[in-house]
């Protein structure tokens, strides 16, 4: 039985992992993204063995959330200056941009080898063969054997950081952050998609009742949602 990782160990996971090739283009801002990885690591019981992972990471489509939702999820925990900062998103939701990302493994495309060699060896390599495929969503990271998921954690929010400025731009030139009824655009246009998919598959009534809770617009929704309910029962 495989033991849990410590904080020790996540945390050597975090510091001992460097993105060697970053994606080259941002998340896309309406839809998702497979981002293919490549890690690299030594083996920690073994001299002279090098695992490489590859895979995919489907990073989902970035969603507005309001800062009343983003606060409601952080207050838990944090210290009154935390909390005044808070209250100020609050106050001006018409000037602050919040986007919630997330992601999912792709189980079908992942596969590992353990090779003979030097990391750096191995490493050199690998970003040959990603250079050579020309994938604009390829990483290549370096990082441990275990937890090695730890790693792909931080490859996610170093490509959030390089895409965040790039989506909030696309979604302010479509004017989706403009504010209706306290209901950003953007998020006021997928919940009425989530209604009218759901109208049309039961299956999706319960998502679209999560996306109204995660959101803080249950009781704005509640009468159209319980509507749905009773129809589609």
Same mark, same amino acid.
């Given at each position: 039985?495989?033991?849990?990782?410590?904080? &020790?160990?996540?945390?050597?996971? $975090?510091?001992?992992? @460097?993105?060697?090739?970053?994606?080259?283009?941002?998340? @896309?801002? &309406?839809?998702?993204?497979?981002?293919?990885?490549?890690?690299v690591?030594e083996?920690?019981?073994?001299? /002279?063995?090098?695992?490489?992972?590859?895979?995919?990471?489907?990073a989902?489509?970035?969603?507005?959330?309001?800062?009343?939702?983003?606060?409601?999820?952080?207050?838990?925990?944090?210290?009154?200056?935390?909390?005044?900062?808070?209250? =100020?998103?609050?106050?001006?939701?018409?000037? $602050?941009?919040?986007?919630?990302?997330?992601?999912?493994? #792709?189980?079908?495309? !992942?596969? @590992?080898?353990?090779?003979?060699? +030097?990391?750096?060896a191995?490493?050199?390599?690998? #970003?040959?063969?990603?250079?050579? #495929?020309?994938?604009?969503?390829?990483?290549?990271?370096k /990082?441990?054997?275990?937890? =090695?998921?730890?790693?792909?954690?931080?490859? !996610? =929010?170093?490509?959030?950081?390089? +895409?965040?400025?790039?989506?909030?731009r696309?979604?302010?030139?479509?004017?989706? &952050?403009?504010?209706?009824? /306290?209901?950003?655009?953007?998020?006021?246009?997928?919940?009425e #998609?989530?209604?009218?998919?759901?109208?049309?598959?039961? +299956?999706?009534?319960?998502?679209?009742?999560?996306?109204?809770?995660?959101?803080?617009?249950?009781?704005?929704?509640?009468?159209?949602?319980?509507?749905?309910?009773?129809?589609?029962?």
């Amino acid at each position: 039985m495989s033991k849990k990782p410590s904080q &020790f160990d996540f945390w050597f996971a $975090v510091n001992n992992t @460097e993105i060697v090739v970053p994606p080259k283009r941002p998340l @896309e801002t &309406f839809g998702n993204t497979l981002i293919n990885y490549h890690l690299v690591s030594e083996l920690m019981d073994s001299v /002279g063995k090098v695992r490489v992972r590859e895979g995919r990471m489907q990073a989902l489509r970035p969603q507005i959330i309001t800062p009343s939702s983003y606060s409601s999820m952080l207050l838990e925990g944090f210290g009154d200056q935390a909390r005044q900062y808070l209250d =100020w998103l609050k106050e001006n939701e018409d000037s $602050v941009r919040i986007l919630r990302y997330g992601y999912t493994l #792709k189980q079908e495309a !992942f596969s @590992e080898q353990v090779l003979s060699d +030097s990391a750096e060896a191995v490493m050199e390599r690998v #970003k040959a063969d990603v250079a050579a #495929k020309s994938d604009p969503f390829a990483a290549v990271i370096k /990082g441990v054997d275990d937890p =090695w998921d730890v790693c792909l954690v931080r490859l !996610f =929010w170093t490509v959030i950081q390089n +895409s965040a400025q790039a989506n909030i731009r696309e979604l302010h030139e479509r004017r989706l &952050f403009e504010i209706q009824d /306290g209901i950003p655009t953007g998020l006021r246009e997928e919940i009425e #998609k989530g209604f009218l998919a759901a109208a049309k598959d039961a +299956s999706l009534i319960k998502p679209l009742g999560k996306l109204l809770q995660d959101n803080g617009l249950f009781d704005h929704y509640q009468d159209r949602f319980f509507n749905l309910l009773q129809r589609r029962g």
